[in-house]
């Protein structure tokens, strides 16, 4: 079900690139590598603030919702919004 999941979000990004599985764990990273494990976690949060977009409810904005939030509130334009953001 994740992988599906997935794969739906990306196609909604309109991604055009390839999903590729480790066949092994690598507990660390070699310096020319880029290492997303633990950029997200909870503990993390407060050092990616995003940017405000429109969403339907509430009076201020929500933050640390879910890509289907940025999804079903900016269709089409999620992607752009996501270009935009530091480091992509």
Aim: proline share 6%; net charge neutral.
């Amino acid at each position: 079900m994740a992988e599906h999941s997935l794969r739906w979000v990306l196609q909604q990004l309109r991604w055009q690139g390839k999903i590729e599985y480790s066949t092994s764990f690598t507990p660390i990273i070699s310096e020319d590598e880029t290492d997303f494990r633990h950029r997200f976690l909870p503990k993390n949060r407060t050092q990616y603030l995003l940017p405000a977009y429109q969403q339907t409810f509430g009076e201020r904005f929500e933050t640390n919702l879910s890509i289907l939030d940025l999804l079903f509130n900016l269709g089409p334009s999620a992607k752009n919004y996501l270009q935009q953001l530091p480091g992509t």
